[in-house]
């Protein structure tokens, strides 16, 4: 159920703002902002992990950790123990062509 659809379609919408021109920016800044803005009731951080599979997957990349590696991380994210920065540092290096 979404709770705000004005925070999903904010959170969508972040990736193509023209400040993330890298893949791995694109996918950290869609993480971080479905995450944060939590725009459903439950999922918000399953739903962040699906978009950017998908995001990746129609860009020919993939992710090269496990689900469970990134929904520790994702975890971390929701808490504010991760900033956008530390996570697109990290996307980087896990982010390969597929």
């Not at 694109?26 to 995450?35: D, E, M, N, Y």
């Not at 090269?64 to 990134?70: G, P, Q, S």
């Amino acid at each position: 159920m979404v709770l705000n659809r004005n925070s999903l379609l904010s959170a969508l919408g972040r990736p193509y703002h023209g400040y993330h021109e890298e893949l791995h920016e694109k996918a950290a800044a869609l993480v971080h902002a479905i995450i944060l803005n939590h725009p459903f009731m439950d999922g918000n951080k399953r739903t962040a992990l699906y978009l950017t599979e998908i995001l990746l997957d129609r860009s020919g990349y993939r992710i090269t950790v496990e689900d469970l590696v990134l929904y520790d991380k994702f975890i971390l994210i929701a808490k504010g123990d991760v900033s956008y920065d530390q996570l697109c540092a990290w996307m980087k290096l896990i982010i390969e062509p597929a």
